[in-house]
């Protein structure tokens, strides 16, 4: 099959997509960031943000928790989902 030619359109389509998921991610994160400042898990006792991908059956999901190397995580996470396209859900 030939490729038709789209005057760079693919590339304008791929990079609004790529900005659209940095997007998502960047307010996944500040969202997560801001929930553990509420409570108390600050990065200058040691928590960081842990990322996750996970596979599933309608996509990807893109999961972020606190983590810490001494004590136990609290059950918080921010998510991203993408579809098989890698579009944003």
Known sequence: MERVPTDGLDNRIDGML???VAMRIAIARADLE???AEIGLRRCDGWKIQEQLHD????????????????DSPDLDASVILDHEGRPK
């Open 34 to 36: 801001h929930r553990m």
């Open 18 to 20: 790529a900005s659209d």
């Open 56 to 71: 599933t059956e309608t996509g990807t999901r893109w999961v972020f928790r606190p983590v810490h190397l001494r004590r």
